[in-house]
């Protein structure tokens, strides 16, 4: 298929989905963040049998050669999507397509670009926007290889924008553009072989380059935003208003007396961000419910811009059943 031909698939497909909805901007997004690529949590190396070789294997999530998404999954999930009326899929791309720009971070399985082109325009065919994501976090960023290790140098900086420019192309120019940046800290690398963290004016120079990079593209940044948890006056003072927040909490109460991350979602709004809030069903299956009702009551409308359902499980046959859990949980919010 040429990108000619592409083009007028996903046109005409979107346009018969979208005959007499509003546009994707007016919508309140019910979405749900699925991996692609996975090598985002340690950098330690799994072997050919899919073990970690090392005593950490049962805390950490290994690094592989080869990409570990079950295409018969991604498909099953992402039509049960589509059947709930879900209208977005939040894509985490890492090393799961051969870039033309950098081909070196492919591993075996990675898609070849028009392949994954044509993967987006079914989904698009079904209504659902896809949204790409690259995690540039020094805590999730393994996907990058050795520019993991060449943090902050003009290399880096270099071979990110190659990567934002060509993922935004190959999305054909998506209004979001999610830029991870959660977790950059030393607790969550202490079971890594290399721990790097960036702190003060340093994090803060590369995060604003990256936003920079996106809106130069005319895409807006999207982030998590537990960055604030640690420094919620320096966060308040030097976040833009543009980047798109999602604040993330996965527990079952939503006393905001008592619970910081969910008094988290009410400091963002008094502050006038917009925010796509964040439930999970990694641990508690009555949480993404809990977060629609309390951010629904508690939240600006004009701020609330939707909702984000982000399970954690790869893409696998393993995970299949808690992954269409979690869209019934979303189905359930939503109804």
């Known amino acids: 298929m040429t990108r000619r ?3 007028a698939t996903g046109t005409a497909a979107m346009a018969a989905v979208g005959m007499g909805a509003a546009p994707a901007a007016q919508q309140k997004i019910w979405g749900m963040l699925l991996h692609f690529g996975t090598n985002m949590w340690s950098d330690i190396p799994v072997d050919s049998w899919g073990n970690c070789k090392t005593p950490e294997e049962l805390s950490t999530v ?11 999954v991604w498909q099953t999930v992402t039509s049960r999507m589509a059947a709930i009326k879900m209208n977005m899929v939040l894509i985490d791309v890492g090393e799961g397509i051969q870039l033309k720009s950098h081909p070196e971070l492919a591993v075996k399985g990675s898609w070849p670009i028009d392949r994954f082109r044509a993967e987006l325009a079914r989904l698009r065919g079904m209504g659902l926007e896809v949204i790409p994501k690259l995690n540039f976090s020094t805590a999730h960023d393994i996907w ?31 209004r979001f553009f999610h830029l991870g940046y959660d977790e950059e800290t030393a607790g969550h690398q202490s079971k890594y072989a290399y721990c790097v963290v960036r702190q003060g004016d340093l994090w803060w120079r590369d995060f604003l380059y990256f936003v920079q990079k996106v809106e130069d593209l005319g ?14 006056e320096l966060f308040l003072q030097r976040m833009p208003k543009s980047v798109l927040q999602s604040n993330w909490y996965y527990g079952a109460s939503f006393d905001a007396s ?8 009410q400091a963002l709004d008094k502050a006038g961000y917009e925010q796509v809030p964040c439930g999970s ?26 909702f984000l359902m982000a399970p954690w499980f790869f893409t696998s046959k393993n995970s299949e059943k808690k992954l269409l859990q979690a869209i019934d949980q979303v189905a359930a919010a939503k109804a």
Request: proline content about 4%; charged content about 25%.
């Open 144 to 174: 990058l290889k050795d520019y993991s290790r060449q943090i902050s140098t003009p290399l880096y900086y270099r071979v990110c924008t190659d990567v934002i420019q060509e993922v935004y192309e190959i999305f054909d120019k998506p």
């Open 219 to 232: 895409s807006r940044a999207w982030i998590w935003s537990d960055y604030y948890w640690h420094h919620p």
């Open 62 to 72: 290994c690094a592989a050669d080869h990409l570990r998404m079950d295409e018969k």
């Open 5 to 7: 031909e592409f083009l």
């Open 258 to 265: 008592k619970v910081n991350y969910v008094k988290a979602y």
């Open 281 to 306: 069903n990694w641990s508690c299956d009555t949480n993404f419910g809990g977060t629609v009702e309390f951010c629904t009551k508690n939240l600006s409308p004009n701020l609330l811009k939707g």
